[in-house]
């Protein structure tokens, strides 16, 4: 069955769901339609008894440039609790489908971008990947994603991406722990590989095993998205902060905006 909108393109072939990110003019920017069209295309997948793995790729040179912040604060300048919420429930929705989901990484990986690519089990990205977790910069905080983010780094590593905003190649986010394989040979034959041996595990102990490890967590992640979309909503409330972000996205320079004059001594 194939499925294509403007969102996302879905096809199921042979046992695989392929979902496609497919707005790269807008760098596949996570609006709500691309969110709902990726959460559909998703759950399809789930409720298909023939697939038994998801990929997400994306076309263009982006892979993710994170939120669409216009439209998460389309409603007079003020941010849109719901629209906040069916981006946790899609990243929740990958992180706990009981088919094995592979992230194919290629180009710019950026804020909320990161936290999809790491809701996903197996993520395999090309040299040119490069994943920036950018919210400081605009005056936002990392809330909706440090839940997903925190399953593959250690506070540490996930405090470092966030307060630096520093973007980082494919071979050091492997180091992190974000990255599982770095493509060196063309990311089709290094899927290809990864599919073979899925399709020789059982999908029962697959499913088994995601839902034994979520139970290995402390906090589950319910209870994490929960305080994520409340300390996000919290954070956003406050009228500076959102003044702040629309003065960024309407293309000028924040009140926090300043260059460093001083000399570096070391």
């Given at each position: 069955?194939?499925?294509?909108?403007?969102?996302?393109?879905?096809?199921?072939?042979?046992?695989?769901?392929?979902?496609?990110?497919?707005?790269?003019?807008?760098?596949?920017?996570?609006?709500?339609?691309?969110i709902s069209?990726?959460?559909?295309?998703?759950?399809?997948?789930?409720?298909?008894?023939?697939?038994?793995?998801?990929?997400?790729?994306?076309?263009?040179?982006?892979?993710?440039?994170?939120?669409?912040?216009?439209?998460?604060?389309?409603?007079?300048?003020?941010?849109?609790?719901?629209?906040?919420?069916?981006l946790?429930?899609?990243l929740?929705?990958?992180?706990?489908?009981?088919?094995?989901?592979?992230?194919?990484?290629?180009?710019?990986?950026?804020?909320?971008?990161?936290?999809?690519?790491?809701?996903?089990?197996?993520?395999?990205?090309?040299?040119?990947?490069?994943?920036m977790?950018?919210?400081?910069?605009?005056?936002?905080?990392?809330?909706?994603?440090?839940?997903?983010?925190?399953?593959?780094?250690?506070?540490?590593?996930?405090?470092?991406?966030?307060?630096?905003?520093?973007?980082?190649?494919?071979?050091?986010?492997q180091?992190?722990?974000?990255?599982?394989?770095?493509?060196?040979?063309?990311?089709?034959?290094?899927l290809?590989?990864?599919?073979?041996?899925?399709?020789?595990?059982s999908?029962?102990?697959?499913?088994?095993?995601?839902?034994?490890?979520?139970?290995?967590?402390?906090?589950?992640?319910?209870?994490?998205?929960?305080?994520?979309?409340?300390?996000?909503?919290?954070?956003?409330?406050?009228?500076?902060v959102?003044?702040?972000?629309?003065?960024?996205?309407?293309?000028?320079?924040?009140?926090?905006?300043?260059?460093?004059?001083?000399?570096?001594?070391?």
């Amino acid at each position: 069955m194939e499925l294509t909108s403007k969102a996302v393109e879905y096809q199921l072939d042979s046992g695989v769901a392929w979902i496609k990110l497919a707005s790269p003019r807008s760098g596949n920017a996570l609006n709500a339609t691309l969110i709902s069209q990726l959460s559909r295309a998703i759950q399809e997948a789930i409720n298909d008894e023939s697939c038994r793995v998801i990929t997400i790729s994306a076309m263009g040179s982006d892979f993710c440039k994170g939120l669409d912040l216009e439209e998460a604060f389309a409603k007079g300048g003020l941010p849109d609790q719901e629209f906040f919420k069916i981006l946790v429930d899609c990243l929740t929705l990958i992180h706990s489908s009981s088919r094995p989901v592979i992230a194919c990484v290629e180009g710019n990986v950026i804020a909320g971008g990161v936290g999809l690519v790491a809701a996903c089990d197996i993520v395999l990205a090309s040299n040119n990947a490069v994943f920036m977790v950018s919210e400081v910069i605009v005056g936002m905080i990392p809330a909706m994603i440090a839940p997903f983010l925190l399953r593959r780094l250690t506070p540490a590593r996930l405090r470092y991406m966030a307060l630096s905003s520093r973007g980082i190649s494919a071979p050091e986010a492997q180091i992190f722990g974000l990255v599982d394989e770095v493509v060196t040979e063309g990311t089709s034959k290094t899927l290809n590989r990864q599919l073979q041996r899925l399709f020789c595990s059982s999908p029962h102990a697959i499913a088994q095993s995601k839902q034994y490890f979520e139970q290995l967590h402390s906090v589950d992640l319910h209870q994490q998205t929960e305080l994520a979309l409340n300390e996000q909503m919290s954070w956003l409330k406050q009228p500076e902060v959102t003044e702040g972000i629309r003065t960024f996205t309407e293309g000028f320079s924040p009140p926090w905006f300043q260059k460093y004059k001083g000399q570096t001594h070391v």
